[in-house]
């Protein structure tokens, strides 16, 4: 049982330049969540969806897009990679829940963006 | 959204136990508590969750006080293994979506 999988673990990409970032899960969970992380902070949210084919802002959602195909697998694009992006990007996933259904995390994806 | 308050860092002695503080005075009566711990280099790891009454399970120990103002995260007996961030969260009855604070740095000795 492989939990939430990221791929890839690290990246150095240039200014300008685009990248996907996959997220998988094998826990047949509903929600799925994109956050960053940098340096000495807690997480923020980027996007996240409730569902297969649906997505929604979150916190600091620009430059960022999402897909959801399916339900297993949500999406991170950067279009245009910019500097301010360097980031540790965690994937999350849960049942649907009223605030009582905790969150299960992937062990993050270390993007540099020169 | 509620807001959190936890101290910046806490150290404790391996094998001794470390309650580890929360204030979220301006939560809702439909507000879950929920504590997560990330390791270094790590994605956050669920540790608890509570509403009202205290809560157990084979990681911690969860104290929220009667008003609900505060609670307290109780880790029996430290290992330099719970050496981490501690997260304080708070989630509205109307979604799952987490808000993550600064958190409390645990510090382990040996």
């Known amino acids: 049982n492989a939990g939430v999988t990221q791929t890839p673990k690290f990246r150095v990409l240039k200014t300008g330049q685009s990248m996907t970032l996959l997220c998988a899960q094998d826990m047949n969970h509903e929600y799925m969540y994109w956050y960053r992380q940098d340096p000495g902070m807690g997480l923020r949210l980027i996007h996240y969806s409730v569902g297969e084919g649906t997505t929604a802002k979150g916190e600091v959602p620009d430059g960022y897009n999402v897909s959801r195909l399916k339900k297993q697998n949500f999406l991170l694009g950067l279009e245009s990679a910019a500097p301010s992006q360097t980031s540790v990007y965690f994937c999350?996933?849960?049942?649907?829940?009223?605030?009582?259904?905790?969150?299960?995390f992937g062990d993050g994806t270390r993007l540099s963006i020169l | 959204d509620a807001k959190t308050t936890q101290p910046n860092s806490m150290e404790s002695n391996e094998e001794e136990p470390v309650h580890l503080p929360c204030n979220h005075s301006t939560i809702s009566g439909t507000d879950y508590i929920h504590w997560y711990r990330q390791l270094p280099s790590q994605g956050p790891e669920y540790v608890i969750h509570g509403l009202t009454s205290n809560v157990n399970n084979r990681m911690a120990s969860l104290a929220i006080a009667e008003d609900r103002k505060s609670s307290t995260l109780i880790l029996h007996r430290a290992t330099l293994r719970d050496a981490a961030v501690y997260y304080c969260i708070l989630t509205p009855n109307a979604g799952n979506m987490l808000t993550f604070g600064g958190g409390t740095r645990l510090m382990v000795k040996p």
């Open positions: 999350a996933s849960s049942y649907p829940g009223r605030g009582n259904q905790p969150q299960h």
